[in-house]
């Protein structure tokens, strides 16, 4: 019955994401929301800080669940009651982040840690001897999580200085066990030649993740419009906040997703392609748009003021960390220098960050949207054999 609960893997193409995937995903289009609109009411360095930790917990708990359903066949009754579990359990991690260093720290640590360890116990039981190696990678996972679980735990019960302490000691563990390769005394170390994934299904269920976010974005600026219609400039900040996540779209999903995905494909070592390219630097990714859809509704919301520190920090960061994040997702995919467009891009935001005082929200944010949209028509540009040889006649 466990060997049943595996996906069938297939020769020249990668499994199909499933119906149930995306219907777990729907738990983090909210957790999305509730990080964008917990950075926009605690618009200060402490607020920041503590949302950047809760969205890294975020991210953490959804890219381990898209690892293991990489083995696990969704389409099975228990993987989807799995799922199911962990939609339940995700949707109180959501409600509990604004929350998360007050009165709900518990609730969002339990929830957590169910998600953490239930899923790696499940997929623990559901490899039973079918796959040795990546039965004892998990049985160090499970170590590692454990471990960082009781620090999860205790954070969420104490409070103050010591919630923080003990959060980030937990999620500095955690990042740390994949790059290390999960070494458990007794058990070894972890290899990513046992990671044997399918990188198109972690690619395709990635780039998922970026339309999560992005659609986060265009639902922000959607409902700020609707809130600000008398205000002047509402107008033209709302076009370009919808003008800048159609940029930010482009320069991922023109050629970038599709070039990855590629790239994991035919990569001889796909678990070492995985754990950079997407495990880790997709967060710069999704972080960027985050941090850009705040800016977007701070564009709406205060459009004729002048630019301060804190502001100018959200305008100018979002597109960086997206920028750098693509940037380095597309240098690691595909085994090539650093986009030059997207070097000029942080160039120009350098640029305006050194001139922050003589700007108007409104106007910082048009100046941070036309750069996108350079970076993006750059690439329109300058990849047109990339463009031809990816979808050219000789690929069908």
């Known amino acids: 019955?466990?060997?049943?609960?595996?996906?069938?893997?297939?020769?020249?193409?990668?499994?199909?994401?499933?119906?149930?995937?995306?219907?777990?995903?729907?738990?983090?289009?909210?957790?999305?929301?509730?990080?964008?609109?917990?950075?926009?009411?605690?618009?200060?360095?402490?607020?920041?800080?503590?949302?950047?930790?809760?969205?890294?917990?975020?991210?953490?708990?959804?890219?381990?669940?898209?690892?293991?359903?990489?083995?696990?066949?969704?389409?099975?009754?228990?993987?989807?009651?799995?799922?199911?579990?962990?939609?339940?359990?995700?949707?109180?991690?959501?409600i509990a982040l604004p929350e998360a260093f007050g009165a709900r720290g518990l609730l969002f640590a339990g929830a957590y840690v169910f998600m953490q360890v239930g899923r790696t116990l499940f997929m623990l039981w559901a490899l039973g001897d079918a796959a040795p190696a990546n039965t004892r990678n998990f049985q160090r996972i499970t170590v590692w999580l454990a471990i960082s679980g009781a620090l999860w735990l205790a954070g969420g019960w104490l409070d103050g200085q010591w919630r923080w302490r003990l959060w980030m000691a937990a999620l500095m563990l955690e990042y740390l066990g994949p790059a290390l390769a999960f070494p458990v005394p007794g058990l070894g170390r972890s290899s990513t030649t046992d990671w044997d994934i399918d990188g198109g299904h972690l690619a395709e269920r990635c780039s998922q993740f970026v339309i999560i976010a992005l659609g986060e974005s265009v639902l922000v600026t959607g409902s700020?419009?609707?809130?600000?219609?008398?205000?002047?400039?509402?107008?033209?900040?709302?076009?370009?906040?919808?003008?800048?996540?159609?940029?930010?779209?482009?320069?991922?999903?023109?050629?970038?997703?599709?070039?990855?995905?590629?790239?994991?494909?035919?990569?001889?070592?796909?678990?070492?392609?995985?754990?950079?390219?997407?495990?880790?630097?997709?967060?710069?990714?999704?972080?960027?748009?985050?941090?850009?859809?705040?800016?977007?509704?701070?564009?709406?919301?205060?459009?004729?003021?002048?630019?301060?520190?804190?502001?100018?920090?959200?305008?100018l960061g979002g597109p960086a960390l997206y920028l750098c994040g693509n940037a380095w997702f597309k240098k690691t995919a595909n085994s090539t220098n650093l986009p030059l467009s997207h070097l000029i891009g942080l160039g120009l935001l350098a640029i305006l960050a050194?001139?922050?005082?003589?700007?108007?929200?409104?106007?910082?944010?048009?100046?941070?949207?036309?750069?996108?949209?350079?970076?993006?028509?750059?690439?329109?540009?300058?990849?047109?054999?990339?463009?031809?040889?990816?979808?050219?006649?000789?690929?069908h």
């Open 1 to 94: 019955m466990r060997r049943g609960l595996l996906r069938t893997r297939h020769a020249g193409g990668h499994s199909q994401v499933t119906n149930i995937e995306l219907f777990f995903d729907l738990v983090f289009v909210y957790a999305v929301t509730q990080l964008s609109h917990t950075l926009l009411h605690g618009l200060n360095t402490t607020g920041a800080l503590q949302v950047l930790l809760l969205f890294l917990a975020v991210w953490w708990v959804w890219v381990f669940t898209s690892w293991v359903t990489n083995w696990l066949d969704p389409e099975r009754p228990l993987v989807r009651l799995l799922l199911l579990a962990l939609m339940l359990a995700g949707l109180l991690l959501s």
């Open 224 to 315: 700020s419009f609707a809130d600000t219609l008398a205000q002047p400039h509402a107008l033209l900040a709302f076009v370009s906040a919808f003008v800048g996540s159609v940029a930010m779209w482009w320069i991922y999903f023109d050629l970038g997703a599709e070039r990855g995905s590629r790239a994991i494909r035919q990569s001889a070592d796909p678990g070492r392609t995985a754990r950079v390219a997407y495990t880790y630097l997709h967060l710069l990714i999704v972080a960027g748009i985050i941090v850009s859809a705040v800016a977007d509704e701070l564009t709406l919301r205060d459009a004729s003021q002048r630019v301060d520190t804190i502001g100018g920090a959200v305008l």
């Open 354 to 395: 050194s001139t922050l005082a003589h700007w108007s929200v409104a106007s910082l944010g048009m100046a941070t949207t036309a750069v996108l949209v350079l970076v993006a028509l750059w690439e329109v540009c300058s990849l047109r054999s990339v463009r031809q040889a990816l979808r050219g006649p000789a690929t």
